[in-house]
């Protein structure tokens, strides 16, 4: 193997396909589990990376307004992303970090809901999962109807709905850093 040991050409291999697995495009993954077994995390992924927005253009597109110290931002998600991809396609004006990149394992997307828009949400995309609870408990500002934003599922349910961006957020990353995606 190139003379160099086993198990240096075994990482080297491992190293060049995860390099080219990083290089593919993903959108979002829908939970594979059927509807009956629900798992909390709204069919969303919690891992999605890479170049996430979706370009299909049959995809519906759900007008979404964001609300940031006082300023409404009206904006166009697609269905099946999360609000944080949403958000991240205006980075310029709704500026919601996700500093995990929207893997829930942080609260940089944390996010204000209406009362009737939050119990909208539960009954249609089910519970906050026990790992997005653990994560609101970290966050900045935290209600009674505080979601993470990658964790909600754009829906045409979520037209003319509100949502509120704190005006700070808990990054215990770095201070200051806000995240590009990529």
Not at 42 to 54: A, E, I, P, Q, T
Not at 59 to 87: C, D, Y
Not at 155 to 181: C, L, M, S, W
Request: charged share 25%; hydrophobic share 30%; net charge negative.
């Amino acid at each position: 193997m190139n003379g160099l040991p086993r198990r240096v050409a075994l990482n080297s291999r491992v190293l060049q396909s995860m390099r080219r697995a990083q290089s593919t495009t993903i959108v979002y993954a829908s939970n594979p589990r059927s509807e009956n077994e629900s798992n909390g995390n709204n069919g969303l992924s919690k891992r999605w990376h890479g170049n996430h927005h979706h370009h299909d253009e049959n995809v519906t597109r759900v007008p979404v307004s964001f609300i940031k110290s006082g300023n409404i931002i009206n904006t166009e998600g697609r269905e099946g992303e999360s609000l944080l991809q949403t958000a991240h396609r205006y980075p310029d004006d709704v500026a919601l970090e996700g500093a995990c990149e929207g893997v829930c394992a942080c609260s940089t997307c944390h996010v204000i809901l209406s009362e009737e828009f939050y119990e909208d949400l539960l009954d249609k995309q089910g519970d906050l999962s026990e790992e997005e609870e653990d994560m609101l408990d970290m966050a900045y500002a935290l209600t009674s109807t505080s979601r993470l934003a990658c964790q909600i599922k754009v829906t045409p349910d979520i037209a003319g709905q509100e949502i509120r961006v704190p005006n700070a957020t808990r990054n215990f990353y770095v201070d200051g850093h806000v995240p590009k995606p990529h």
